[in-house]
């Protein structure tokens, strides 16, 4: 079992506004969808954009295509779907869209603070961004935003490549959590990329494996899934004796998502 007193305390002790609001959702105490859309707002840029940190923790922000995919789950957690903040992360990602249909980090990022994680090869990383993009999409009921076939559309030429989509771990996870929308990937493809990934789940530091389960719930994955169980039995071990899932850039919020997780998959305690 999860030790959540610990846990509780550590958010409660490191946790900014969001962290703290994101635990309450965790524990399935109150909030409202105002509240929500008030704590988020430092993290969304005028143009729809996200930055993954809010201006206190870093005081230029720059909207990404990087930080919008991550930040996309936030809104799912909290039920936003119709917000204002959903509409102008719309209107955010048509704007990017590459005339082929695919995706890639925004030039302003590129420029000022590329992500560590991306390849010298950016064909990987360019499909993970764009599988990503209806990944999210999915998840928060847009499987029919304009943005979503042409995404598909290009994807279709490249799922197909055995060493572009294993590239990476996310590449596969964001695979496997547009799958089950009916995207015209074949059964056999799937099927060796789920085994792929429960095979992975043994080697997934805590963030990494946090960040897979969540899109797997918001891909509708069950708690029956071999996928999920093996993951959620690995989450337990993850867990150190302060009762964190350490991480060595987002401890807080990896820690809360743990927590969610845990709650929601109905596992026990929280």
């Given at each position: 079992?999860?030790?959540?007193?610990?846990?509780?305390?550590?958010?409660?002790?490191?946790?900014?506004?969001?962290?703290?609001?994101?635990?309450?959702?965790?524990?399935?105490?109150?909030f409202t969808l105002a509240e929500a859309e008030e704590?988020?707002?430092?993290?969304?840029?005028?143009?729809?954009?996200?930055?993954?940190?809010?201006?206190?923790?870093?005081?230029?922000?720059?909207?990404?295509?990087?930080?919008?995919?991550?930040?996309?789950?936030?809104?799912?957690?909290?039920?936003?779907?119709?917000?204002?903040?959903?509409?102008?992360?719309?209107?955010?990602?048509?704007?990017?869209?590459?005339?082929?249909?695919?995706?890639?980090?925004?030039?302003?990022?590129?420029?000022?603070?590329?992500?560590?994680?991306?390849?010298?090869?950016?064909?990987?990383?360019?499909?993970?961004?764009?599988?990503?993009?209806?990944?999210?999409?999915?998840?928060?009921?847009?499987?029919?935003?304009?943005?979503?076939?042409?995404?598909?559309?290009?994807?279709?030429?490249?799922?197909?490549?055995?060493?572009?989509?294993?590239?990476?771990?996310?590449?596969?996870?964001?695979?496997?959590?547009?799958?089950?929308?009916?995207?015209?990937?074949?059964?056999?493809?799937?099927?060796?990329?789920?085994?792929?990934?429960?095979?992975?789940?043994?080697?997934?530091?805590?963030?990494?494996?946090?960040?897979?389960?969540?899109?797997?719930?918001?891909?509708?994955?069950?708690?029956?899934?071999?996928?999920?169980?093996?993951?959620?039995?690995?989450?337990?071990?993850?867990?150190?004796?302060?009762?964190?899932?350490?991480?060595?850039?987002?401890?807080?919020?990896?820690?809360?998502?743990?927590?969610?997780?845990?709650?929601?998959?109905?596992?026990?305690?929280p």
């Amino acid at each position: 079992m999860i030790d959540t007193d610990k846990a509780i305390a550590f958010v409660h002790q490191r946790g900014n506004r969001l962290d703290r609001l994101r635990l309450r959702r965790a524990l399935g105490e109150p909030f409202t969808l105002a509240e929500a859309e008030e704590v988020l707002l430092p993290y969304q840029l005028l143009d729809g954009s996200w930055d993954y940190d809010s201006p206190e923790e870093k005081p230029s922000p720059i909207g990404s295509l990087g930080g919008t995919i991550h930040c996309l789950r936030w809104l799912r957690e909290f039920g936003l779907n119709d917000s204002s903040q959903m509409d102008r992360t719309l209107d955010f990602l048509a704007s990017i869209q590459a005339p082929d249909g695919s995706f890639y980090e925004t030039e302003a990022k590129l420029a000022h603070s590329p992500q560590e994680w991306l390849q010298a090869d950016t064909l990987i990383d360019r499909f993970y961004f764009t599988a990503a993009v209806p990944m999210r999409l999915f998840s928060l009921g847009y499987g029919e935003h304009p943005v979503v076939q042409p995404a598909l559309k290009w994807l279709r030429g490249y799922w197909l490549d055995w060493k572009l989509v294993t590239g990476t771990w996310y590449n596969l996870w964001a695979l496997l959590c547009i799958y089950p929308a009916e995207i015209g990937l074949g059964d056999a493809q799937y099927q060796r990329g789920y085994a792929q990934a429960v095979d992975w789940l043994s080697h997934l530091a805590a963030q990494p494996l946090t960040w897979l389960l969540d899109s797997l719930q918001g891909a509708g994955y069950s708690r029956d899934e071999s996928l999920i169980a093996g993951g959620m039995a690995r989450l337990l071990v993850l867990q150190h004796e302060n009762g964190t899932w350490p991480d060595a850039h987002a401890p807080v919020e990896t820690t809360v998502t743990a927590l969610r997780l845990w709650r929601d998959y109905d596992l026990g305690s929280p």
